[in-house]
């Protein structure tokens, strides 16, 4: 019997000194040294994993990780490394802008030796304090290109563990076809919040042409819920123009039911009618006479 489930070589990518090396060691061997030299062409370490597969069990994965010489020096050597690898990490330093706006540069690279194969975005040395990256700019560019991203930190070990855990899951997943059955889940799922917030905003629409506005702030608040799970944007936007619509008419009905309606008495000597709080007996400030309520 074997000792491991999968046998998979993913490949470390990234700029020279973005912490390729200090990752993979502390992956395999869970240490941190503080004087890695600069690696000369690849190199490779071993570590056995079990992965739990949502509702599929347990797999035993053993990567074999190959860590690519960042430097300019190494580009022709490089994609000899790459071949055979299914899955691999692109890394950046967090404090450092250049090694993140090269990103395109190592996309490409893989992209043309390995074709299409899982690849997790990881920016790296989250444990310094002097970050030049923030993390929408890099969540932005995952989702760019539709890949998971982690920050993490050799030093540390934060997320190290997770993110070998995900991207072997990815590979799993791709290896086993379970990834057509999750898209088909996402694809029932994107399906069905879509009808059911085009059902509840039809309805607060009812209560919007009904003058109902409590309710249709109710309607509303419930279609934003499954907009929002599936990023509907055109969706979110309706729901918030609607809502802000109401609660403006709401403002102003509200303004309008405090405010004192204007009463007025009448002086029948002098033909002249006043303001007053309220209806009374109230003499005409010029001939002293009482005031009537009817011109």
Not at 248 to 253: A, C, F, G, V
Request: with cysteine; charged share 30%; proline share 2%.
């Amino acid at each position: 019997m074997s000792e491991y489930d999968y046998l998979f070589k993913v490949i470390v990518v990234g700029d020279g000194g973005v912490g390729k090396t200090a990752i993979a060691v502390r992956f395999a061997e869970g240490v941190f040294r503080d004087d890695y030299k600069m690696t000369i062409g690849v190199d490779f370490s071993i570590k056995t994993l079990d992965i739990q597969i949502n509702g599929y069990g347990m797999r035993r994965v053993k990567f074999q990780i190959w860590d690519t010489g960042g430097q300019e020096r190494f580009s022709y050597t490089r994609p000899l490394y790459y071949k055979g690898a299914v899955g691999g990490l692109v890394v950046f330093d967090l404090s450092n802008r250049r090694s993140f706006e090269n990103l395109d540069r190592w996309f490409t690279e893989v992209a043309e030796t390995c074709f299409s194969i899982p690849l997790i975005l990881v920016g790296n040395k989250a444990d310094l304090p002097d970050r030049v990256v923030a993390r929408s700019e890099a969540e932005a560019l995952a989702r760019e290109r539709n890949i998971p991203y982690y920050e993490s930190s050799a030093k540390s070990g934060q997320s190290i563990n997770t993110i070998f855990d995900k991207l072997g899951k990815l590979i799993v997943m791709i290896q086993e076809g379970l990834v057509i059955k999750e898209e088909e889940e996402e694809e029932r799922k994107h399906k069905e919040y879509i009808e059911k917030y085009m059902t509840l905003a039809d309805l607060a629409f009812q209560k919007i042409n009904d003058a109902n506005y409590q309710e249709a702030l109710k309607y509303l608040k419930e279609a934003y819920k499954y907009a929002k799970e599936i990023d509907y944007k055109d969706g979110k936007k309706w729901i918030e123009e609607q809502t802000q619509l109401i609660l403006k008419i709401l403002k102003q009905q509200q303004a309008m039911g405090t405010q004192q309606p204007e009463i007025y008495m009448y002086c029948a000597y002098c033909n002249r009618k006043y303001r007053v709080a309220k209806i009374g007996k109230i003499r005409c400030p010029k001939c002293n006479n009482y005031l009537s309520s009817s011109a």
